[in-house]
């Protein structure tokens, strides 16, 4: 594994000590053959075997706070609980990451400190997630109605936290403005006037159209926040669809619209050039639902998803790990800016 002095510095020697120790395979109980190694904005993956586990890097940003031990082990202990409503044979349990007396590390219960703690998963085959399957053009209409199925067993579960007409509007509106302060960061150097067109025109649309959120504040749930194509499992013969990696460190952002959550996974399905798919679960979920969704609704949400995108995409800038594809996040952040100005065109033409 590839390590640069900039990321030691900015992560801290200790964290590189655990990352190489859980890149090796001898150092597993169950003494896999390999271990793949996946470096996120937020943590590592060690996919080793039939089994994966993930290791939360010491971040303070926003309303994450993993700096401590104690910190990251209640952010672990919140994604298995919440992770399980919608996949519950994939998560199991959490696993300490301790020191022995001789000072070398250990995956497993026992005596020695406690340096951090791992979740472990259950391995799914990566051809059946979502996002590969659309790249390899194998949806089936059959995977399509489980996928929708289980979403619709989770939005009617989920705890609901709705909120009176005025005080949604209100909210939308203040996301919007957190968006414009978040890519405004002068150390983003993200350029002002394309983050102002797209504040400036989702803010007029609510101006022109906001009756169509009329109703929508008291739908809220506590749901899963990060409906993306990776992490939509579209099951097997012998294990159920499920959705994994739901957003676990800020009960706030999954206070959302179930619309908006379907919205969110429209977008990312178009992203990967799968628009028909896009409206198909859409169209599947407004009527299991029975939520008669406006198109115009539908593409706002997918508007105001698409800046949340081009955020996340902007705070890899920060991060030393991925100095060398700053270039790439960028451009990154502008292709979700230039998505929310479409799906807004969309959305003032289906009005």
Not at 120 to 149: F, K, N, T
């Amino acid at each position: 594994m590839k390590r640069n002095a900039s990321r030691t510095r900015a992560a801290g020697v200790e964290l590189d000590e655990k990352v190489a120790f859980l890149a090796d395979a001898r150092h597993y109980p169950h003494r896999p053959g390999s271990v793949q190694t996946i470096e996120t904005h937020f943590a590592w993956i060690f996919i080793a075997g039939e089994r994966a586990y993930k290791l939360k890097k010491p971040l303070h940003q926003a309303s994450m706070d993993y700096r401590t031990v104690a910190l990251r082990e209640r952010a672990c202990r919140a994604e298995l609980v919440l992770n399980r409503r919608l996949a519950p044979h994939v998560y199991r349990r959490l696993v300490p990451l301790r020191r022995a007396s001789d000072g070398h590390l250990m995956i497993r219960a026992g005596a020695g400190g406690v340096v951090d703690w791992l979740v472990q998963m259950r391995r799914l085959p990566q051809e059946r997630m979502l996002d590969r399957a659309i790249c390899a053009h194998h949806v089936a209409a059959g995977d399509r109605e489980r996928v929708v199925r289980c979403l619709v067993s989770f939005f009617r579960r989920a705890r609901a936290l709705p909120m009176p007409d005025r005080a949604y509007r209100t909210y939308t509106r203040e996301q919007i403005h957190a968006s414009a302060r978040t890519l405004h960061a002068r150390d983003l150097g993200l350029a002002a006037e394309r983050v102002d067109r797209v504040i400036r025109l989702q803010l007029g649309w609510m101006v022109r159209h906001g009756e169509l959120l009329r109703g929508r504040g008291a739908l809220l749930r506590d749901g899963h926040g990060d409906l993306r194509p990776e992490h939509v499992f579209l099951g097997t013969a012998r294990q159920s669809a499920c959705v994994i990696d739901c957003l676990e460190f800020d009960s706030r952002l999954r206070r959302m619209d179930p619309a908006e959550e379907m919205a969110f996974l429209a977008l990312e399905c178009t992203r990967l050039g799968a628009a028909r798919l896009a409206r198909d679960l859409l169209e599947r979920y407004a009527h299991a639902m029975h939520d008669p969704l406006p198109r115009a609704l539908t593409a706002f949400y997918m508007s105001r998803r698409a800046v949340v995108r081009a955020q996340i995409a902007a705070w890899h800038l920060r991060d030393p790990a991925f100095a060398r594809r700053a270039r790439q996040w960028r451009a990154r952040a502008y292709s979700y800016l230039d998505d929310a100005l479409l799906h807004l065109r969309r959305a003032d033409r289906g009005a």
